[in-house]
């Protein structure tokens, strides 16, 4: 009975146990045949495989193609430290990519010791030719080692990555700084042309989603999205590298002969509007934007506010033979260069009795256009101004352009007219004189400035073009052309104030400036006595102008043992550059005397 009894306990207990294992064995079965949604998806997320790359930033080039940004292959340098630690060699990591990168083995050890993570970055934004020892391998880099007997040995970094991460590349460095402007690390446009088109420039990102293997490799058969990055759009400028290097050259020749704390130019096409180029020093190299002072960086041509002295007597003689309210051959008294208009004195450099209105502009005298200014009327000085869009800004497509300071007659003075006629009391760029001067060197037809051409994205499709767009008619045909004539014998006729600014074989027009520079309200207000912005603009060849070049150097002069100040007047200092400009864009860009022939396409309305 007893055997009875425990041969049917042994039955029961063995019973149990099958029935224990037939349930294990199912449910093991269930799970990894017809496993549960929440076990299949933290298995599924760890084999997911998903990138987004991105399309590499486009390029920007100028008016004949040449590359002035550009994207280069470029790596981080990464490594595992937990893959490193199970399965690498930390020591001969240390060691290598130490002696690679000069990078102190400490740091590298502290980082590979951090063995609860998978990511640690070695070095950023390696250039891709500077990884040549390197060569991808699963899990790890090969890297290429030569002995002193020039054998090569390959020793296996496991562990060790190369993630790709372009950087922005400017090849000719400082050449057009301050227009084309720079992306900072994270691609992100930040001045310039970088900065107004990133839109454009920036590529697209893509979408790769599939699986990956034991071994952390993508699974290419179970790849199930596959959206390609989009690379970025070209932009093509308006500006000529050639001639862009020779104004750039020109301009900082031009600060350090004369002293100057900065000096820019440009350098605009008369019947089209756009710009050939736009130089400022000092100046930076964009591929090291990071070093340079921020005031390096300041695009000084359209971005520096400052009184413009005479060049401004060009716009209002202008308009007052538009109106009217002289002509050329009317005489002025210039009181012999003293004069005493309310309350306040007046002075010329150049003492002169009475003179003609064409003498006046010839000789620049102060006194002369102030009472011109003074017969226009207050109002009348506004208007014609206005018309040349001072006060304004032209949008001309690149960041930080200022519209200058102009206030409405309501703000001004007794004595306000008689010095905004001489440039006084208003606040202008170079881009708004180079525009007004070539308004009067297009018969009285003000274009559109503007620096970039035209936009294509990679598969051709022009995304955007500009093309010559009038902004106005300031003054009628015939008293621009009235003022080339006037605006000629500054330059070409003795006793011309511009007379340094002559090319030979050209007629050239223009207009010198000098300006005492403002001061500062907490400086106790007023101007400056022995600081002054100098300049020249003019336009060339007078018998059909095609180009309009404005120069200006901020505080220019040497002082003698005196304590006297020399070498600062406009004509001086600003001529010689304009001269050295234009002789080489003559023949650069074949412009005849008689000024038939250059490569830049007319408006449509020609």
């Known amino acids: 009975m007893a055997e009875v009894r425990f041969k049917g306990r042994v039955a029961v207990?063995?019973?149990?146990?099958?029935?224990?294992?037939?349930?294990?064995?199912?449910?093991?079965?269930?799970?990894?045949?017809?496993?549960?949604?929440?076990?299949?998806?933290?298995?599924?997320?760890?084999?997911?495989?998903?990138?987004?790359?991105?399309?590499?930033?486009?390029?920007?080039?100028?008016?004949?193609?040449?590359?002035?940004?550009?994207?280069?292959?470029?790596?981080?340098?990464?490594?595992?430290?937990?893959?490193?630690?199970?399965?690498?060699?930390?020591?001969?990591?240390?060691?290598?990519?130490?002696?690679?990168?000069?990078?102190?083995?400490?740091?590298?050890?502290?980082?590979?010791?951090?063995?609860?993570?998978?990511?640690?970055?070695?070095?950023?934004?390696?250039?891709?030719?500077?990884?040549?020892?390197?060569?991808?391998?699963n899990l790890g880099l090969l890297y290429t080692v030569a002995?002193?007997?020039?054998?090569?040995?390959?020793?296996?970094?496991?562990?060790?990555?190369?993630?790709?991460?372009?950087?922005?590349?400017?090849?000719?460095?400082?050449?057009?700084?301050?227009?084309?402007?720079?992306?900072?690390?994270?691609?992100?446009?930040?001045?310039?042309?970088?900065?107004?088109?990133?839109?454009?420039?920036?590529?697209?990102?893509?979408?790769?989603?599939s699986k990956k293997d034991g071994r952390r490799r993508e699974i290419y058969s179970a790849r199930t999205v596959d959206i390609k990055p989009e690379d970025g759009a070209t932009v093509t400028l308006t500006l000529d590298q050639q001639l862009q290097y020779v104004v750039e050259k020109t301009v900082e020749k031009t600060c350090r002969e004369f002293n100057a704390k900065a000096a820019w130019a440009i350098v605009q096409h008369v019947r089209t509007g756009e710009i050939l180029a736009m130089a400022s020093f000092p100046t930076y190299d964009l591929n090291r934007y990071a070093k340079a002072p921020a005031e390096w960086r300041r695009n000084r041509a359209i971005s520096?506010?400052?009184?413009?002295?005479?060049?401004?007597?060009?716009?209002?003689?202008?308009?007052?033979?538009?109106?009217?309210i002289v002509s050329e051959d009317d005489v002025f008294d210039c009181e012999n260069g003293y004069?005493?208009?309310?309350?306040?004195?007046?002075?010329?450099?150049?003492?002169?009795g009475e003179i003609s209105v064409a003498e006046i502009i010839k000789v620049s005298s102060n006194i002369g256009t102030?009472?011109?200014?003074?017969?226009?009327?207050?109002?009348?000085?506004?208007?014609?101004?206005?018309?040349?869009?001072?006060?304004?800004?032209?949008?001309?497509?690149?960041?930080?352009?200022?519209?200058?300071?102009?206030?409405?007659?309501?703000?001004?003075?007794?004595i306000s007219v008689t010095r905004i006629g001489m440039g006084h009391e208003i606040g202008v760029t170079a881009l708004q004189i180079v525009s007004m001067m070539s308004a009067i060197a297009y018969n009285g037809v003000q274009m559109q400035p503007y620096v970039v051409k035209k936009v294509v994205a990679p598969d051709g499709a022009v995304l955007e073009e500009n093309k010559p767009k009038v902004l106005g008619r300031p003054i009628?045909?015939?008293?621009?052309?009235?003022?080339?004539?006037?605006?000629?014998?500054?330059?070409?006729?003795?006793?011309?104030?511009?007379?340094?600014a002559r090319v030979?074989?050209?007629?050239?027009?223009?207009?010198?400036?000098?300006?005492?520079?403002?001061?500062?309200?907490?400086?106790?207000?007023?101007?400056?006595?022995?600081?002054?912005?100098?300049?020249?603009?003019?336009?060339?060849?007078?018998e059909a102008p095609e180009l309009c070049i404005v120069v200006v150097a901020d505080d220019p002069g040497t002082y003698t043992d005196t304590g006297r100040k020399?070498?600062?007047?406009?004509?001086?200092?600003?001529?010689?550059?304009?001269?050295?400009i234009a002789e080489f864009a003559v023949r650069y860009l074949r412009i005849a005397p008689d000024g038939n022939r250059i490569y830049v396409a007319g408006p449509d309305d020609e």
């Not at 520096?304 to 009217?324: C, H, Q, R, W």
């Open 504 to 542: 030979a074989g050209y007629t050239v027009g223009g207009k010198t400036g000098t300006a005492q520079k403002i001061r500062p309200r907490e400086e106790g207000g007023g101007y400056y006595a022995k600081n002054f912005t100098s300049s020249f603009v003019g336009f060339l060849p007078v």
């Open 13 to 137: 207990l063995v019973s149990v146990v099958a029935l224990v294992f037939v349930g294990i064995a199912s449910r093991l079965a269930l799970l990894h045949l017809r496993p549960a949604e929440w076990v299949l998806e933290p298995i599924e997320e760890g084999r997911m495989y998903e990138t987004k790359p991105m399309g590499s930033r486009g390029r920007i080039v100028d008016r004949n193609g040449e590359i002035l940004a550009m994207d280069l292959a470029a790596y981080h340098v990464y490594v595992d430290p937990k893959y490193i630690a199970e399965h690498g060699d930390p020591d001969t990591v240390c060691r290598y990519l130490s002696q690679e990168f000069r990078i102190p083995e400490s740091e590298i050890r502290e980082k590979l010791n951090r063995t609860n993570r998978q990511y640690e970055r070695i070095k950023k934004f390696v250039p891709g030719h500077q990884l040549k020892r390197f060569t991808r391998k």
């Open 370 to 414: 102030a009472k011109i200014a003074l017969q226009m009327g207050n109002q009348l000085v506004y208007d014609s101004l206005k018309k040349f869009h001072f006060g304004e800004r032209f949008n001309v497509g690149i960041p930080g352009e200022e519209g200058g300071i102009f206030y409405s007659p309501k703000h001004w003075s007794k």
């Open 147 to 209: 002995d002193d007997r020039g054998s090569e040995t390959n020793i296996y970094l496991r562990g060790v990555g190369l993630e790709e991460a372009p950087i922005r590349n400017y090849p000719k460095g400082p050449l057009m700084a301050h227009v084309v402007g720079f992306s900072n690390q994270e691609g992100v446009g930040s001045a310039g042309i970088e900065q107004r088109m990133d839109a454009y420039l920036r590529g697209k990102e893509g979408l790769r989603i």
């Open 304 to 324: 520096f506010n400052y009184e413009p002295g005479s060049t401004m007597k060009a716009a209002v003689i202008a308009a007052a033979l538009d109106n009217n």
């Open 566 to 580: 020399t070498g600062y007047y406009g004509g001086t200092v600003c001529g010689p550059a304009f001269k050295e």
């Open 339 to 352: 004069w005493v208009y309310g309350g306040k004195s007046l002075r010329d450099s150049h003492g002169e």
């Open 476 to 500: 009628t045909p015939g008293v621009a052309r009235r003022m080339q004539n006037l605006l000629a014998s500054v330059v070409m006729d003795e006793g011309g104030t511009g007379s340094k």
